[in-house]
């Protein structure tokens, strides 16, 4: 398995996918069951929310380093509704040809 927190490392369609949908069914778990009956957030949802972060980050970085793209193009997944048509783009683009050299 790979680094969870690596930026620099390469990760393909079927595995960027897998780890993708896991995080988020965690986020949505947390969220789901740290509301209290006021729909407010509990105060133990938060330290359970901030390593989902930069772990999102580290496999998108890692999904475009893939394909090819600057890991600039991470910020995209700040913009509402663009972020679920560029998740899409990397779930479907096809990744660079890995070279032979040894």
Known sequence: MKKIFSFSDTTGRVEFFFVSLAYYLIFIYIILFATDNSNHLNWVAPPFLIPLIPMVLAII???LNDIGKSRYLTF???I???NLIFLLYLVFAPGKPKSNTK
């Open 76 to 78: 995209v997944v700040l």
């Open 80 to 82: 509402p509704f663009v």
């Open 61 to 63: 970085c890692r999904r």
